[in-house]
């Protein structure tokens, strides 16, 4: 069965920093690309960024409001995602989701988990 | 950057049709993914690729997508599938989500 489980969302000031955790299990999580997408509150869906596999060098990319800003890694031997956040903003708060894309014809997320909820404030 | 438009809410009366609309220029050209999201639970993927479903989602979700617009339909729809509903396309490497509809069943 595949899992996503994310982790290390909570309160945290303008300026600061965090680090989010996505354990994945169920899958070979080495051999696919992994992507993180937002929900701040009373909006819609944002995606955030990606990770490609080893065979891709690792290569990332990311929505213009986070580049410089945020950074994803992973470690496949450990099955772990991961989002560092620095620089916060408060339009930064929202639910973090991690999420398996499929692709080849199209690209799109067949599992998600349930999500970490990340507040940013004073 | 690309853009997808879905109207804020829909109702529909339970057993009836209820049709999502996502409008994006020449969306049509593009694959088309629906996710349901309800409070407290991870976005379920429900359509994929304008028409296709994943095992375990019911028949009565289908969808198509031409022109500019794509369109999620729930046949018979039921008290369960009141929900926030999402479009998502690929543009130019980034993945791209509509502003969300609301779906009321009443």
């Known amino acids: 069965e595949v899992q996503l489980e994310e982790s290390g969302g909570r309160l945290v000031q303008p300026g600061g920093s965090l680090r989010l955790s996505c354990t994945a299990s169920?899958?070979?999580?080495?051999?696919?690309?992994m992507d993180w997408v937002r929900q701040a509150p009373g909006k819609g869906l944002e995606w955030v960024g990606r990770?490609?596999?080893?065979?891709?060098?690792?290569?990332?990319e990311y929505v213009a409001s986070v580049e410089g800003r945020f950074t994803i890694s992973r470690d496949d031997s450990k099955n772990l995602l991961y989002l560092q956040m620095n620089s916060l903003k408060t339009e930064d708060t929202a639910v973090y989701y991690c999420?398996?894309?499929?692709?080849?014809?199209?690209?799109?997320?067949?599992?998600w988990g349930r999500g970490t909820l990340v507040t940013v404030s004073s | 950057s690309y853009e997808l438009t879905q109207p804020p809410s829909v109702s529909v009366s339970p057993g009836q049709t209820a049709s999502i609309a996502c409008s994006g220029d020449?969306?049509?050209?593009?694959?088309t993914h629906w996710y349901q999201h309800k409070a407290g639970q991870p976005p379920l993927l429900v359509i994929y690729?304008?028409?296709k479903r994943p095992s375990g989602i019911p028949e009565r979700f289908s969808g198509s997508n031409s022109g500019n617009t794509a369109t999620l339909t729930i046949s018979g729809t039921q008290t369960i599938d009141e929900a926030d509903y999402s479009c998502?396309?690929?543009?130019?490497?980034?993945?791209?989500f509509g502003g969300g509809t609301k779906l009321t069943v009443l």
């Open positions: 999420a398996r894309p499929r692709s080849g014809s199209g690209y799109f997320f067949d599992f």
């Open positions: 169920g899958f070979t999580f080495s051999d696919l690309y």
């Open positions: 990770i490609r596999n080893k065979a891709n060098s690792y290569t990332t």
């Open positions: 020449k969306l049509g050209y593009k694959y």
């Open positions: 690729q304008d028409n």
């Open positions: 998502q396309a690929w543009d130019s490497g980034t993945v791209v």
